[in-house]
């Protein structure tokens, strides 16, 4: 990936209304690859505590996109064709972690799978908390 798509990746994430709203971090962007945290919030969780399954739906849905858009040499733009999420179990952590991987890029149709982990502060281990498999369209 050169300097300038990696610039422009982190600019587009940066102007996000939602992603700032979540306290989003662009962990890792390379070619076919996006890894983004977001710290847990009050507002993220059931009343168990763990993080509620729309919060990681929509994670996966923004990682698996820049992991999409990471895959083409130009600046582009992304839609959702498709989006399937297995719950592995509940999400109870400090913070989601996502690690989007592009499976098949094409031209205009890329699939992408998008693993969610569970981070706890002061603790570097990760624990699996979903899978998933997206596919994209290029529409730019």
Not at 78 to 94: C, I, Q, S, W
Not at 98 to 116: A, D, L, N, Q, W
Not at 117 to 131: C, P
Request: hydrophobic share 40%; aromatic share 8%; glycine share 4%.
């Amino acid at each position: 990936m050169t300097p300038q798509k990696r610039q422009l990746m982190q600019d587009s994430f940066s102007r996000s209304e939602t992603l700032q709203f979540y306290k989003a971090e662009l962990l890792e962007v390379e070619t076919d690859f996006v890894s983004i945290k977001i710290p847990k919030m009050e507002l993220m969780t059931r009343k168990a505590g763990m993080f509620n399954g729309a919060m990681i739906a929509s994670l996966v849905d923004v990682s698996s996109g820049y992991a999409a858009v990471s895959h083409y040499e130009q600046d582009c733009y992304v839609v959702t064709v498709e989006l399937k999420v297995n719950y592995l179990r509940p999400a109870m952590g400090d913070a989601l972690v996502s690690k989007s991987f592009v499976v098949k890029g094409g031209s205009k149709i890329s699939v992408i799978r998008t693993e969610i982990y569970t981070i706890h502060d002061g603790n570097d281990s990760e624990s699996h908390v979903a899978t998933s498999l997206v596919t994209m369209m290029k529409i730019k």
